[in-house]
């Protein structure tokens, strides 16, 4: 898909160095280019050109080949085109036979239709429930567990359940998606229901939206939560409202009164958990400092609901690791694991650890999550200790599950090339692997370090890797390095 943006000035779409030259001529691609959505009316208001007819003439030429979206510049407009000479019948028929052979490699020259009766059959079965479950499983993310209040017991006698999300399929189920959900999405509240014993007394209060202020009960939820042994408050995004395509925040906060209903949950002084339903990081300043559990469960799907309550209460040891970094604020933005030499030479001599009133730390650094088992990390090897630019690197290290119940964790692997003749990051991950152990049980995780992930792009956009030190870091996270050990590059 030819994408929103200018580059060097040129709209994307309008620009035959991007879609023919560099990505069909020098990487080879062979597939079809599709317009972005109203993608061709960017050359007009963009000013480029001042019709839509101009538009697709242009966007023929520069190699898109379909327009997702009825566009005049690629309908009547474009027939116009031809008629008058603008564009010619033998550009026409490059996209035309780009389309009929991806419809060929597809089958739907023998099989037009679609077989209505095995997509009922295949549709929400047992199955694909149960695969949803284990998704959403393995991509919840313990972010915090003082004094290792999870997982809870089944047969606690009461707990409140609170939040805009607690019972909110919908929003569960992230940006574009059917306007009528036909199959049952399992919500928080159906979970925790569906996890406990039937003696167990549940007492459910919304206490408020997502947006706004309109639904405001939080002096209900703060009773409900002084009558229970433990409070969950489940918070965050509403599906396709502030999450998704053309849904931007100008704040990570949580929106509307969710932090109130936080704080006022958490003035009880019961026991609070915090639960994320959410398609990006939020900073969560307060809560991280003050609830003693959060649970990131991210747009956990049609079976969430059972799945974070597996997490709660014990029968799923959670796995999952952050793929991005948590800000502490918006106003911290960029903020990532592979930054540049000089902010680590800023923050090592005291001038950028800190904002005037926060720390310049991430809330929640990449690769981060906690598990109910603790690893040990061993025996770091590295093989070849000298290579070629062209030679590979063998990494392995020994990995031991400490506690008193099976785990998984995310083995990571990070390098640095310390002296290089371009600026280049103060670690990159280069490989990861998780790995599945009993109480006691110890494995070797391997990872190889190839040319490709040793490169950069020189002065002259080339790959190269150049002669040196190159460190080797494994961990459980960015921010958490167990092993440490180097390599060198010779010519």
């Known amino acids: 898909m030819a994408t929103f943006p200018s580059i060097d000035g040129l709209p994307a779409h309008g620009s035959e160095k991007l879609l023919t030259k560099i990505l069909r001529e020098e990487m080879g691609f062979n597939g079809l280019v599709l317009s972005e959505g109203e993608g061709i009316s960017i050359l007009v208001y963009e000013k480029i050109v001042s019709t839509m007819k101009e538009a697709g003439a242009l966007c023929l030429k520069a190699g898109v080949d379909v327009s997702i979206w009825h566009e005049d510049g690629y309908m ?13 019948i033998e550009t ?11 419809k060929f490699l597809l089958g739907l020259f023998e099989n037009p239709d679609v077989d209505v009766e095995r997509a009922v059959r295949e549709s929400n079965t047992k199955e694909s429930r149960q695969l949803a479950l284990q998704t959403a499983r393995e991509g919840i993310v313990l972010l915090k567990n003082e004094t290792n ?19 909110a399929g919908i929003n569960q189920l992230g940006d574009y998606i059917a306007h009528t959900v036909t199959q049952n999405v399992v919500t928080v509240l159906q979970g925790i229901r569906n996890k406990v014993s039937p003696q167990t007394k549940i007492n459910y209060v919304k206490g408020c939206e997502i947006i706004g202020s309109e639904l405001n009960e939080i002096n209900k939820a703060k009773e409900a939560a002084q009558k229970a042994d433990i409070a969950i408050v489940v918070v965050g995004e509403n599906g396709p409202i502030t999450n998704g395509e053309g849904h931007d925040v100008a704040s990570l906060d949580l929106t509307g009164l969710q932090e109130e209903l936080l704080k006022a949950v958490y003035s009880t002084g019961t026991p609070t958990i915090a639960v994320l339903i959410n398609g990006r990081p939020l900073s969560i300043r307060w809560t991280a400092e003050n609830i003693p559990v959060i649970v990131e469960g991210w747009m956990c799907g049609e079976e969430g609901g ?8 014990g029968d799923y040891n959670p796995g999952g690791r952050l793929p991005i970094t948590f800000a502490r604020h918006s106003g911290q933005l960029p903020v990532y694991y592979n930054y540049m030499p000089s902010k680590e030479y800023w923050v090592k001599n005291g001038y950028g650890n800190r904002y005037v009133d926060m720390s310049a730390s991430p809330l929640f650094p990449f690769g981060f999550g906690l598990s109910y088992t603790s690893f040990e990390y061993s025996n770091l090897q590295i093989t070849p200790e000298v290579i070629g630019p062209e030679g590979e690197v063998y990494v392995s290290a020994d990995v031991k599950n400490i506690g008193k119940r099976e785990g998984s964790e995310v083995v990571q692997l990070y390098f640095d090339d310390v002296i290089s003749s371009m600026s280049t990051p103060v670690k990159e991950l280069a490989g990861f692997e998780k790995v599945t152990l009993a109480a006691g049980e110890k494995k070797t995780v391997k990872f190889k370090l190839t040319q490709e992930q040793l490169s950069f792009l020189d002065r002259n956009l080339e790959p190269v890797v150049e002669p040196g030190i190159f460190k080797v870091m494994v961990g459980s996270s960015s921010a958490d390095i167990r092993l440490k050990g180097e390599f060198e590059v010779k010519r």
């Open 76 to 88: 009547n407009a474009m027939r116009e085109n031809v008629q008058e000479g603008k564009v010619s």
């Open 92 to 102: 026409v028929d490059r996209s035309v036979r780009r389309i009929l052979r991806i």
């Open 149 to 167: 209040l999870l997982p809870l017991n089944k047969n606690i006698k009461s707990i409140a359940v609170i939040g805009p999300n607690a019972d």
């Open 306 to 313: 059972n799945a974070i309550a597996d997490v709660l209460f």
